[in-house]
Antibody, heavy 119, light 107 residues
Framework: EVQLVESGGGLVQPGGSLRLPCAAS????????MSWVRQAPGKGLEWVSA????????YYADSAKGRFTISRDNSKNTLYLQMNSLRLDDTAVYYC????????????WGQGTLVIVSS | EIVLTQSPGTLSLSPGERATLSCRAS???????LAWYQQKPGQAPRLLIY???SRATDIPDRFSGSGSGTDFTLTISRLEPEDFAVYYC?????????FGGGAKVEI
């Protein structure tokens, strides 16, 4: 059974940093591209970042460029999102998601972890 | 960036009725790289349709997708109580990946 479990969310002040891990199990982790997608309270879904199976290629939304870094440790079956210079509008539930056949759509999602940026 | 506009924003229907949701793209979605997801309150999204018309694993056949180019449709042929939720379309033909704003199907 495929499982994705995010953690690391919480309350952080504007300008602060947070690292979100996503532990994956039940599939060959290194074979698949992975993404982070976020959802602000009461709002829609927003793609944040993606990484290839090997970790050699990374992609970012404009809102994340220069502030967020996606990475993965295939030996630990874990995806990460390092978030720096956090802003109020980064407040959201952050989901990690597995790409089906690395095509850019998602067949499995984690339960999400809530990040609140507030002073 | 491809902007996806979903309509209507809210659809008020009864169990057993047919739901038709629209997703219009600001430019052509190549290779019909369009997916649909269902999201219930407090839950993660669930993949329903990919490639505009292919049902994902274990998705009932009352869900169907159609369309090409810039106009896509998700149809739920006969609403079951568990289908009342928010539905999102997503294009994966070009970066950045983008989602529509969502459409709520309510009783």
């Amino acid at each position: 059974e495929v499982q994705l479990v995010e953690s690391g969310g919480g309350l952080v002040q504007p300008g602060g940093s947070l690292r979100l891990p996503c532990a994956a199990s039940g599939f060959s982790f290194s074979t698949y591209a992975m993404s982070w997608v976020r959802q602000a309270p009461g709002k829609g879904l927003e793609w944040v970042s993606a990484i290839s199976g090997s970790g050699g290629s990374t992609y970012y939304a404009d809102s994340a460029k220069g502030r967020f870094t996606i990475s993965r440790d295939n030996s630990k079956n874990t995806l990460y999102l390092q978030m720096n210079s956090l802003r109020l509008d980064d407040t959201a539930v952050y989901y990690c998601a597995k790409e089906r056949n690395s095509k850019g759509y998602y067949d499995y999602w984690g339960q999400g972890t809530l990040v609140i940026v507030s002073s | 960036e491809i902007v996806l506009t979903q309509s209507p924003g809210t659809l008020s229907l009864s169990p057993g009725e047919r739901a038709t949701l629209s997703c219009r793209a600001s430019q052509s979605v190549s290779s019909n790289y369009l997916a649909w997801y269902q999201q219930k309150p407090g839950q993660a999204p669930r993949l329903l349709i990919y490639g505009a018309s292919s049902r994902a694993t274990d998705i009932p056949d009352r869900f169907s997708g159609s369309g090409s180019g810039t106009d896509f449709t998700l149809t739920i042929s006969r609403l079951e109580p568990e289908d009342f939720a928010v539905y999102y379309c997503q294009q994966y033909s070009s970066s950045p990946l983008t989602f529509g704003g969502g459409a709520k199907v309510e009783i």
